[in-house]
């Protein structure tokens, strides 16, 4: 499952399925989709989301050497979803995604 976030801010951004649940729990949210944050709630629900991020990469998993795909750390995935949502905070926009 792929799930894409629009705003009137930003350009649209898909993610993974299982990357935009843990994402969306990170921001206190339930992992439903669709779904959308109103435009007074963005500033908060980007807090918790950096703050949640900066916890995990405090906690970051060693690479496995062996392994044959590299791993992709939830800071690096979570990036462009801060980007949108700083974009949409900043403009007083809602986000959306299904």
Known sequence: MLVTFTTNAYADITLFGDV???LLKMMGHSATVPGAILAADVPADLSRLTGAVEAEKASSPVEDKY???P???MTN?????INLLAAAAKADSEVMWK
């Open 67 to 69: 392994a044959e795909e």
């Open 20 to 22: 935009t649940l843990s």
């Open 77 to 81: 995935r979570a990036l462009p979803l």
């Open 71 to 73: 791993v992709v750390s």
